[in-house]
């Protein structure tokens, strides 16, 4: 950002103040995220905001997929950006890594077995097919006749299994193995070294591989199936302890995907080469780069053309560099979400369960909904983050456009409704301060955990509080300051007394069952609350049953209601990711459901475009 961006934020602090002090009226950004067409333009139809010079755009006014539509030339090469501060880890392996960066270097040689659909399901375009039987616990695997390695070896089933015998093994290195594993049968034994073989996987012939899971349902095939595979022709003669620091993972890593590692420069660059044999045809490009670029020069790199895309670009540069005239801005709406959280309840780790408290000071859902109600979100989002974060309404987010409810009423910013609900609900100014008292007289200060980090965080935390100041409610930081990420979820994971409410973040991954976060036997569960329908509509989510889209659809309908009805925490703002391509490149594409592959993103022609 601009040396000028504290002066800014604080305008905009003033601004959005002054929008908390207002009783009623129409919120003239409440249709932020309405059905405008997006066009194949070089970027995204924007505004300034009514009476300030704030640019306002939408993540619907993007297109999530390139618009040139020239023709690739035969020997292009290209180069890909990481945006980052570090090095990167170098674990080039899916096996092993631990980190995104990795995993954008891994992307481009190597691959899943399994495609997925728009709503990050499996399906059987992959280079592997799935059924399963009708328990809807028995899965039968079959790899495609023409996926081989880089070196010419077949991927086979052997290789698929034995990617889970080294992740399930006691010795291995890395952070793979985790509760999907152990959802495989006998795999819990093998891992406790009680057994050498997984009872669970049984390899049928060279190309077909079955695995019995312990639990069925529709997350499995949206994450809880590990879909990679690893060569135990490379790997089978290495101890399982020493595989992470191997030549394998770090210096010639190898996959059956549309490029082949020739060099690595350990934390800086790797440069790959085109793979003639990749089983879906062969690779556009000739060659691919990709490397780390620091964000403090990445607006420069690709205005000179030296990279052409990176993985994703920073938020708080793009308003200054949005017109970049050499580059095509594409967007997609992010799987994350912030929240305002209620500390509801404790966890029982003896009994691993959520415990709700009915005298909790926050018990109330009238004052919750009040307290959601006081808040501007479409105001935030523009002010603050230049309309690319918006006001969020249900816990199902629009990244999973099959689930997500739009048409589910929820409290949007109305003060007077607020005051309404809380006069109704006994909250009183009994001595006339200004400020609210609990239903029995007495002073009630609500505690507000919030967490350090970037230009933004002060002034949000205390609109966030003048909003419900402004509807008399006393809010105040806890501990009086902003808390670190790391003791700010210490913290809240503990169940520290000292927080009445708090916000969050969360990333929902590719699976939309929100059991993760909400379920009452979930350590995640940070708001501590649960109910009878709320854990038998998860539990109906997750069921055979809901292996029906339209089934499941219903119930999470169902769900997201229940949310809004008891509000144990509310939704702030959806998120978007953008990503800036280089005019040169041809068929490149954020979206889940394009028919688009990796292998297809071509140049039309020699040298980057440079900007003007």
């Not at 399963?132 to 070896?153: A, C, L, M, P, S």
């Not at 394998?248 to 996959?255: L, Q, S, Y």
């Not at 003791?487 to 993760?516: C, H, K, M, S």
């Not at 609350?529 to 659809?553: H, I, P, Q």
Request: with cysteine; charged share 25%.
């Amino acid at each position: 950002m601009k040396k000028t961006s504290k002066w800014l934020l604080a305008l905009m602090l003033v601004l959005l103040l002054a929008l908390a002090a207002c009783g009623g009226g129409d919120d003239k950004s409440s249709d932020s995220s309405n059905n405008n067409e997006g066009e194949n333009n070089k970027t995204a139809e924007n505004n300034k905001d009514e009476g300030s010079d704030t640019e306002i755009f939408n993540i619907e006014d993007f297109s999530m997929t390139t618009s040139n539509t020239g023709e690739a030339i035969e020997d292009g090469t290209l180069t890909y950006g990481i945006v980052s501060d570090t090095v990167f880890e170098g674990t080039l392996n899916y096996n092993f890594y631990s980190g995104a960066p990795d995993a954008e270097i891994i992307g481009w040689f190597d691959e899943p077995l399994f495609d997925t659909d728009a709503n990050y399901a499996f399906t059987n375009e992959g280079a592997a097919t799935w059924d399963v039987d009708e328990t809807g616990t028995v899965y039968t695997f079959q790899i495609k006749d023409n996926v081989n390695w880089h070196d010419g070896k077949p991927v086979t089933a052997e290789d698929y299994a034995y990617a889970h015998y080294v992740i399930g093994h006691p010795d291995y290195v890395g952070i793979r193995y985790g509760s999907d594993f152990e959802n495989i049968v006998g795999m819990a034994e093998y891992h406790a070294g009680e057994t050498d073989t997984i009872s669970g996987i049984e390899v049928i012939d060279e190309k077909t591989l079955q695995i019995t899971y312990k639990e069925g349902g529709p997350s499995l095939i949206t994450g809880g199936i590990w879909p990679y595979a690893l060569p135990k022709h490379v790997f089978g003669e290495m101890e399982v302890a020493d595989m992470l620091e191997s030549d394998a993972v770090r210096k010639e890593p190898i996959g059956f995907g549309p490029y082949k590692v020739t060099q690595v420069v350990p934390g800086e660059s790797v440069t790959l080469e085109r793979n003639e044999d990749y089983w879906r045809g062969t690779p556009a490009l000739e060659q691919v780069t990709v490397k780390v670029v620091s964000p403090s020069v990445v607006v420069q790199a690709l205005e000179k053309g030296e990279v052409d895309m990176v993985d994703s670009f920073p938020t708080d540069q793009f308003v200054d560099n949005a017109h970049m005239s050499n580059v095509e801005f594409l967007g997609q709406v992010d799987n994350a979400y912030t929240y305002i959280g209620f500390k509801l309840g404790k966890w029982n780790a003896d009994e691993g369960k959520v415990e709700v408290d009915p005298n909790a000071k926050m018990a109330d859902v009238n004052l919750r909904r009040a307290m959601w109600y006081a808040v501007d979100n479409n105001a935030v989002g523009d002010q603050f983050y230049n309309g690319l974060r918006w006001n969020a309404t249900t816990l199902i987010i629009p990244f999973f456009p099959e689930y997500h409810n739009s048409e589910i009423e929820t409290p949007t910013y109305d003060p007077e409704e607020a005051k309404r609900i809380l006069d109704e609900a006994g909250y009183l100014d009994v001595d006339g301060d200004g400020i609210r008292e609990d239903k029995e007289g007495n002073e009630l200060t609500i505690n507000f955990a919030s967490m350090s980090g970037g230009d933004t965080a002060e002034p949000l935390a205390q609109y966030y509080i003048q909003s419900w100041k402004a509807v008399g409610l006393n809010v105040e930081l806890v501990d009086g300051r902003l808390i670190e990420f790391n003791a700010f979820y210490d913290r809240l994971e503990a169940d520290d007394p000292a927080y009445d409410i708090y916000q969050g973040a969360w990333g929902t991954g590719t699976d939309v069952n929100p059991a993760g976060i909400f379920g009452g036997n979930s350590p995640a569960n940070y708001p501590r609350w649960t109910n009878e329908e709320n854990d038998k509509l998860l539990a109906e989510g997750a069921s055979m049953k809901a292996m029906d889209v339209e089934y499941r659809k219903e119930v999470y309908d169902q769900w997201q209601q229940l949310m809004v009805d008891n509000i144990p925490m509310f939704p702030t703002l959806y998120r978007s990711v953008l990503v800036p391509v280089n005019e040169r490149v041809v068929n490149y594409t954020l979206d889940p459901a394009s028919e688009l592959r990796r292998y297809q993103i071509g140049v039309t022609q020699e040298e980057p475009v440079v900007a003007e």
